[in-house]
């Protein structure tokens, strides 16, 4: 079991779709229990949608209400369109780190 100040790290390679919302959703909230403070990396995620954003929201509010730290570390180009369209990055308060990408 793990220390109440423990960290956890993330890594989310699916779609952050409403088609993986409830598999998510148990994910990100056994995380959160088992962690003081987690570091989430988004940066594989190819595809994410309201609902991914809806999930990460609650993420974020669950871990303010236990206080407890949500950090999301990497961001895909996919991710960061979708938060920079909803004018949301100043919610999560994380800087957007975004993978270069390799020159063909």
């Not at 960290?7 to 959703?25: C, F, S, V």
């Not at 999301?72 to 800087?95: C, K, Q, R, T, Y």
Request: with cysteine; net charge negative.
């Amino acid at each position: 079991m793990n220390s109440p100040a423990s960290t956890g790290r993330l890594a989310i390679d699916q779609d952050m779709t409403i088609y993986h919302a409830e598999a998510l959703k148990s994910e990100l909230m056994g995380n959160l229990e088992n962690h003081q403070v987690i570091e989430m990396d988004l940066s594989q995620v190819a595809a994410i949608d309201t609902a991914g954003i809806q999930l990460l929201m609650l993420a974020k509010r669950e871990c303010q209400k236990q206080d407890k730290t949500l950090r999301i570390v990497a961001h895909s180009p996919a991710v960061h369109e979708l938060m920079d369209f909803f004018n949301i990055a100043g919610f999560f308060g994380d800087p957007l780190v975004i993978p270069a990408r390799d020159v063909a």
